[in-house]
Nanobody, 121 residues
Framework: VQLQASGGGLVQAGGSLRLSCTAS????????MGWFRQAPGKEREFVAR????????NYADSVKGRFAVSRDSTESTVYLQMNSLMPEDTAVYYC???????????????WGQGTLVTVSS
């Protein structure tokens, strides 16, 4: 499966962005889709995940209550709605797919190219 992430940009603290991840290639009805982020000088970290069926939604503690993950099976797209953004959310955001329900980056076998989110204070 090939993944294309988009929707990043520059936003002020308190603002919102919606990231999209469109999949192409093999069908991925049973895949787990994840969002990760990597800030400069830091390791890639888990943000959110969702099964393509819509279940098994999970969030990192740092984004709970502010971010929401969803999917549109008809458009083969997964979304990450990010609200109440903070400067510490600044990072390159990646979408990825896995054959198992997991939050570990190492378990995700296909990755999008990343989209930069910058939150100014």
């Amino acid at each position: 499966v090939q993944l294309q992430a988009s929707g990043g940009g520059l936003v002020q603290a308190g603002g919102s962005l919606r990231l999209s991840c469109t999949a192409s290639g093999r069908t991925f009805g049973s895949y787990c889709m994840g969002w990760f982020r990597q800030a400069p000088g830091k390791e890639r970290e888990f943000v959110a995940r969702i099964k393509w069926s819509g279940g098994s939604i999970n969030y990192a503690d740092s984004v709970k209550g502010r971010f929401a993950v969803s999917r549109d099976s008809t458009e083969s797209t997964v979304y990450l709605q990010m609200n109440s953004l903070m400067p510490e959310d600044t990072a390159v955001y990646y979408c990825a797919s896995s054959l198992i329900v997991t939050t570990r980056p190492a378990d995700f076998n296909s990755w999008g190219q990343g989209t930069l989110v910058t939150v100014s204070s």
